[in-house]
């Protein structure tokens, strides 16, 4: 079985200073990893994927994410900031293939402040 | 980007009672999933549907619950007879035939059982 983990459910962040959320899972086998967002009343949108290749992946928006396999995490970040990205994040993990069973983590929720 | 619609947002009804949520995915897609999330926790899957069947489901897609996807109409998901435990939010997906793995979701119906 398979589980992901954020530790931090709340990140509060300067509108333009980095930003990075942690994401941390557990499969046996080799993961198809995902990151998506969640603005308010809205579904869940795909920022970002990866399963094999260069590790470091690029998303929508100016995110990108990290694959470190000898951490088993996958760790979200961005340069720089907006309001805009206030939502929240959740990292989800996969065995792949033919319309596998997404297990996602309990979120982060990113709150920009002014600087 | 690709939308997928849900119907209703919200939804109350009294233990016992049937309720049917109702998903609109996205057109040329043919797979479909629900997920449930109770309150501050983890979204969860329940079920993946694919060419009229059901593939896999989880320990929580309990015999109360049916989908159904009826001549390419909606994707539903039926709960019958509901119990409190239900009241969650209900998250539709779907996925295309190319690029199986990435899921598009729906805003999510707001189920709450009286």
């Known amino acids: 079985a398979q589980s992901v983990t954020q530790p931090d459910a709340r990140v509060t962040v300067s509108e333009g200073a980095s930003l990075q959320l942690r994401c941390k899972y557990s499969y046996s086998g080799t993961p198809y990893l995902f990151w998506y967002v969640q603005y308010p009343r809205q579904g869940l949108q795909l920022l970002l994927k990866y399963y094999s290749g260069d590790p470091v992946v690029q998303g929508v928006n100016g995110f990108e994410a990290e694959f470190i396999k000898s951490n088993s995490s996958f760790h979200l970040r961005k340069a720089s900031v907006h309001w805009s990205d206030s939502a929240v994040y959740f990292c989800?993990?996969?065995?792949?293939?033919?319309?596998?069973?997404?297990?996602f983590g309990s979120g982060t929720k990113v709150i920009p402040c002014l600087p | 980007g690709p939308k997928v619609l849900q119907i209703p947002s919200h939804q109350i009804i009294d233990m016992g009672q049937m309720v049917t949520l109702n998903c609109d995915p996205v057109s040329n897609h043919l797979y479909f999933y629900w997920y449930k999330q109770i309150l501050g926790q983890q979204m969860e899957f329940l079920v993946n549907f694919y060419n009229g069947k059901v593939m896999e489901k989880s320990k929580l897609f309990k015999d109360q619950f049916s989908v159904e996807r009826p001549d390419g109409s909606y994707f539903t998901l039926k709960i019958q007879p509901t119990a409190l435990e239900d009241s969650a939010v209900y998250f539709c997906?779907?996925?295309?035939?190319?690029?199986?793995?990435?899921?598009?979701f729906g805003p999510g119906t707001r189920l709450l059982v009286l």
């Open positions: 989800a993990v996969s065995a792949g293939g033919f319309a596998s069973a997404l297990t």
């Open positions: 997906a779907s996925s295309p035939t190319v690029n199986q793995d990435t899921q598009y």
